[in-house]
Each structure stands twice: as C-alpha cells, then as structure tokens.
C-alpha cells in the first residue's frame, strides 16, 4: 500500500495526481513526491507555488522547498531561490549531491544551475497583474493580504510505503507580498516538514513565522512517538499554538501527520483547510475545521 497526502484544494490535486502517475509507474518515494510538486510548480495557472505565483514585496517571485526521508533521516532544502523551477528538485539535489541541509538565495540559484537548471522568468501575464494591484493598493497592504482568501501557497505531501518508510516534502512561493529575503516554515526541517520511519511523518502550511516558533511537524512526530495518533499530535500542536502564540489565530496555521501504521490527521488554528490523500491510487479530499483544535485548549 502508498499513502500520499497533499495539501490544498486546487494545488494538492495537481500534485496528488501527479505524484501518484510517477509511483504508479514504478518511482520511489523521494521521485513520487517530487514530481508531484513538480507538476503543480510548473503549472502556469495555479497561483500557488512555482511559475506563475505570487512574488514579493519587489514584485519578485522567491521559492522555498524541502525533503526529507525517513529512513535515514536525510534533509535538503533550497529558500529565497529566484528564477529557478522545480525548486523541488533543487531541494533534493542539495540532499543528494552535498553534505549540507540547506542552500540560500543567490547560492541556490548557483548550486542550481551548475546542475543544469536554466534560469528561468517566473512572473507570468497574471502574476504580473496581481502585483501591479497590489501596489496600487499598497496603503492597505495588511487588508489586501489577508483578503487572499486562503494561503494555499504551499504544497506540503507526505507519503508512505510497506515498511513501513517515509518522505516528506514541500515547495511554496512563501507569504504573498513578503518583504524580500523573508523565508518561512516549508525549507525549515522540523518546522514545515519531517520524517521518521520509526514513527512516523508530518507537514505544515500556512502562516510560517508561526509554524517555524512552534517547530510544527517536529513536534507532531514526537507526539505521536509519545503514543498520540496523528489527530491527537495535530490537534495537540494547534492547540499549543492557539495557547502561546497571539498570532497563530489571524491565519490559519495546519499541521498535518502520518502515521507508519498508516492513520493521518490534520488541524488548522483558524478557518478550513483541505487535505487530499491518495492510498493506492483512490483519491478522496477532506476538509479540516479550526473547531475541534481550540475545543482541547
Ligand atoms: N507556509 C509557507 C510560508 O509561510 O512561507
């Protein structure tokens, strides 16, 4: 049996169907998520991560993406990379290919085009238009921002095969309109993603200055290594955040987990959230409410 899990409605189906194409068609789980984040990177149209999505403050799109596999406990991550798709695939290459965890920004970029990526303009017609009113509406900066109506600008997928073995993997475009330089959970191991074949795996989207101070998916994974199964890990990690961070209710911030035993969970601090899981190719997209995570505080 595969279990792959995605986040986000319109993005995580793009990444789910693809993901699961490449593992039908015989790929290990670092390519199957990989190419599923592939996909929804270099799709045009989805305004979520990769091409065509949101840029910064300066109108420039700065992408940030992670993996990391639970066998051996290997991570890579690329953040602030500019004009580089599938960052993914960069991510991954740091993992495989140096001793590091991370590479940052123009180093990134460098890393990836001695590794035969070619630099490429991220902006498209739309994203473009985005921007140009965003800055004709840039003394409500705040308003704007928080009127986008959910931050699916992450694809965070998690999978696991008979083993059981675990990765997990992320890519986004980080916060719409962000200051320049800003990076947030998703290239951050134990904060946007984590992997651990002995107990299991865990994800995060959505407001990353505080998914990174709560060290989401770190602390999903320890949960549940504690005994919780993975809605009790979530709802517990939400639930702190709800507690001790005043800003973790103005967007919603998702931690979702995957246990080796292959039960998952989710929860969100505000507002919904969907998640798509794909076991063994049947598709099902499930929505979370912030309700059940503040009822436990
Ligand atoms: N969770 C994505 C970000 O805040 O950058």
Not at 71 to 100: D, W, Y
Not at 104 to 132: H, K, V, W
Not at 156 to 161: G, K, W
């Amino acid at each position: 049996m595969t279990t792959i899990l995605s986040t986000w409605k319109e993005p995580g189906r793009v990444a789910i169907e693809a993901a699961w194409q490449s593992r039908k068609a015989g790929a290990d789980l670092r390519t199957t998520l990989e190419h599923g984040l592939t996909a929804a990177e270099l799709d045009p149209k989805m305004i979520a991560i990769g091409l065509g999505s949101i840029p910064n403050a300066d109108g420039e799109l700065e992408l940030d993406a992670s993996m990391m596999d639970g066998r051996t406990l290997e991570a890579g991550a690329v953040c602030a990379v500019r004009g580089i798709v599938p960052v993914i695939s960069v991510a991954r290459r740091v993992m495989e290919k140096t001793p590091h965890v991370m590479l940052a920004a123009d180093q990134a970029r460098r890393f990836a085009i001695e590794e035969g990526f070619g630099p490429t303009n991220l902006m498209t017609a739309e994203s473009c238009r985005l921007y140009s009113e965003w800055l004709a509406n840039r003394e409500l900066e705040k308003e704007y921002v928080h009127s986008l109506d959910k931050p699916s600008d992450t694809v965070t997928m998690l999978a696991l095969e008979d083993g059981p073995h675990l990765v997990a993997a992320s890519s986004t475009s980080g916060m719409a309109y962000k200051k320049p330089g800003r990076v947030g959970d998703s290239p951050i191991v134990g904060a946007g993603i984590y992997a651990d074949d002995e107990v299991g795996a865990a994800g995060a989207t959505g407001l990353g200055e505080e998914l990174w101070k709560a060290c989401a998916s770190f602390r999903a994974v320890e949960q549940m290594r504690r005994g919780a199964s993975p809605q009790e890990a979530c709802d517990e990690v939400v639930a702190q955040m709800l507690r001790r961070q005043p800003r973790a209710a103005e967007m919603p911030c998702v931690v979702f987990a995957l246990a080796r035993d292959g039960s998952w969970g989710a929860a969100v601090t505000n507002g919904t959230f969907e998640l798509w899981s794909c076991q063994d190719g049947q598709l099902d997209c499930r929505t979370y409410e912030a309700t059940q995570a503040a009822a436990i505080m």
